[in-house]
């Protein structure tokens, strides 16, 4: 298997492997030409947008400094607002649903390495999708780990680590991240 398949496929992969830098590379491109439109010009960046990612809805509005490893792995629904400084570490899929807002400063990563000395010498990775369902608010500088899955009407407080799914109307917080309150859906 190419390094590319492997990681595909789950596998521990080589990051610095010329198919998959060259994934990471373009990826870089197109941020920073999204990051080069000005911040008025919506037709643009939403133009851009559909150009770098895997999919989007409508109503999509990312704040620069947007940064990813990817970007045609990110899946976006409707009604999404990202703010300042979102960095999705897209190696795998990242699926997000309808009415979800970021606060600043969040990390989303697909990507983690070995605890081994010689597998991170050997540039390892292991890369896992992350789901965020629907009706979800991402406080400030949250940072979502390696196959997470948060569920729908979830809030996670700012400054938290999700390294663990999170079930459905609750709220998440702390580092870990831990489910401190279930709310009401009250969308049903």
């Known amino acids: 298997m190419t390094e590319l398949e492997k990681l595909k496929a789950g596998l521990e992969y080589c990051y610095d492997d010329a198919e998959v830098e ?62 300042y400084n979102l960095t999705i570490l897209d190696i795998r899929e990242v699926r ?12 989303i990563t697909t990507v983690g390495h ?15 999708p992350v789901t965020i369902g629907n009706d979800v608010w ?11 899955t948060i569920g729908n009407n979830v809030v996670i407080g700012a400054g ?3 390294s663990r799914d999170i079930p459905d109307n609750s709220v998440a917080v702390g580092v870990p991240a831990r489910v401190v309150k279930a709310i009401e859906n009250d969308c049903e």
């Open 22 to 83: 060259a994934l990471k590379l373009n990826a870089i491109e197109q941020c920073k030409i999204y990051n080069a439109i000005d911040d008025s010009d919506y037709a643009s960046q939403a133009a851009q947008l559909e150009k770098m990612l895997g999919a989007k809805g409508d109503k999509v509005w990312i704040a620069k400094t947007f940064n990813c490893d990817n970007g045609k792995n990110i899946f976006i629904g409707s009604n999404f607002t990202g703010n």
């Open 96 to 107: 997000i649903g309808d009415n979800v807002m970021i606060g600043p400063n969040t990390l």
């Open 114 to 128: 070995p605890l081994s000395a010689r597998g991170r010498r050997a540039h390892l990775g292991i890369a896992k």
């Open 138 to 148: 991402i406080g400030g500088n949250v940072t979502i780990l390696p196959g997470v």
């Open 160 to 162: 938290a680590v999700v």
